[in-house]
C-alpha cells in the first residue's frame, strides 16, 4: 500500500530554517518525480519544489527560490525540503506528493494533476 509520512515541520524565528522529510512505502520514490506542496489557512495549495525522476533536475516556486532546497535521498526512499532563510510569509501545512500508478512519472504529473497521493503534511510554525 502506498504511504507517505511527512516530518521535520516546527517553530522556527525568521530567518531560521528546517528540514523536512517525505518517507515513502509501498513504492520506490526514485521511480517519481516527488513535490512538495503548501497550504496556509484559508489559501490555496500551492507547489513549491519537485525534483525529477530521472536526472534530478528540480524546480521551485519564484517565492522559494534562493531558499529552499529538495533533495532526495534514495538509499533511504526519503525526499528532503531545506528551508532556509524562513520568513514570515512561509508558514503552512506543508505536504508530499508522488504522482498515483500509471498516471505518470514526472514533474508535470506531480505538481499539475489531481492524480496523486499525499501525506498527512508537517506544520511549519515561523514567529519571532
Known amino acids: 500500500q502506498l504511504q507517505i509520512v511527512e516530518s521535520g515541520g516546527g517553530l522556527v524565528q525568521p530567518g531560521g530554517s528546517l528540514r523536512l522529510s517525505c518517507a515513502a512505502s509501498?513504492?520506490?520514490?526514485?521511480?517519481?518525480?516527488i513535490g512538495w506542496f503548501r497550504q496556509a489557512p484559508g489559501k490555496q495549495r500551492d507547489g513549491v519544489s519537485c525534483?525529477?525522476?530521472?536526472?534530478?533536475?528540480?524546480y521551485d516556486a519564484e517565492f522559494v527560490k534562493g531558499r529552499f532546497t529538495i533533495s532526495r535521498d534514495n538509499a533511504k526512499n526519503t525526499v528532503y525540503l531545506q528551508m532556509n532563510s524562513l520568513k514570515p510569509e512561509d508558514p503552512a501545512v506543508y505536504y508530499c506528493?508522488?504522482?498515483?500508478?500509471?498516471?505518470?512519472?514526472?514533474?508535470?504529473?506531480?505538481?499539475?494533476?489531481?492524480?496523486?497521493?499525499w501525506g498527512q503534511g508537517t506544520q511549519v510554525t515561523v514567529s519571532s
Open positions: 509501498g513504492f520506490n520514490l526514485d521511480y517519481y518525480a
Open positions: 525534483i525529477s525522476e530521472s536526472d534530478g533536475m528540480t
Open positions: 506528493a508522488a504522482p498515483l500508478p500509471g498516471r505518470g512519472r514526472d514533474c508535470v504529473a506531480t505538481m499539475t494533476t489531481p492524480f496523486v497521493a
